[in-house]
């Protein structure tokens, strides 16, 4: 069962919501700063995340679960490539090979089958475009607050949550973490919540309320399935520098055990 998109709305607009969306969405921001004429999908509860790139990219659309429900976005009304629309989490109605750029937010935590869609996810990504998902991480205290929407469902570590990608035929390139500060209100003004984002990145990396990990569908991948499939190579505008921090594959056993905390 998913949490209602009016009560993800209500939270977004508390202090310990603004403070996770002005976290994230500079995050993203600096990991994607050239978006124009890209088509871009926020799957989950995305609209928070999306709002700084919906006058910049060709198409923004916020594609939410049918259990989960909808709120309209923009609020008022549609505007330049915004759009809310409302459907099967495992059958999202797109043809393949649309969108350059997926954000999944509010999504994996309670989806009835995640591995299932990370594959429709796979389906209707452009050759070379980039996944990133944000989920509750779970050795941050986010996770155990059922105050906020990252309480609910299912947390990950980096390792299940790379697992996930991988097996999707997802390359997970980067990975970060954010929300260092405590969920509650006398804790997340502004500053309080930049000094935390600051502190906690140096001293316990360990302990974010989320895990971000950017991931690319490669040209002539293998098809989840099984099948094969020749795809039309689509041209991505900017090319981006990663903002998380690179995957790196000579990683020492005990890093490997704190990065999968």
Known sequence: MR???????????????RAARDMVQRRIQALWPDVEGLDMLGFGYAPPF???????????????????????????????GGLTMLGDEQRFGFKEALFDRVILVHALEEAADPARLLREVWRVMAPEGRLLVIAAHRSGLWSRVDSTPFGHGRP??????????????????????????????????????????????????????????????????VRPGGATQRVRRKSLEGATRPALSPRSDTTSHSDEQKGAS
């Open 3 to 17: 949490t209602d998109a009016l009560d993800i709305a209500r939270f977004y607009r508390t202090p310990p919501g």
């Open 50 to 80: 999306l709002e700084p790139f919906r006058d910049r990219a060709r198409r923004a659309i916020a594609f939410m679960p049918a259990a989960q429900g909808a709120v309209p976005w923009p609020a008022q009304g549609v505007g330049k």
């Open 156 to 221: 990950f570590s980096r390792s299940q949550l790379g697992g996930l990608l991988s097996d999707a035929l997802f390359e997970p390139v980067a990975w970060s973490r954010a929300l260092y500060a405590p969920p509650w209100r006398f804790a997340c003004g502004p500053k309080t919540v930049r000094a935390f984002e600051s502190t906690g990145e140096r001293l316990w990396p360990a302990f974010g309320g989320l895990i971000l990990s950017e991931a690319v569908k490669h040209v002539g991948a």
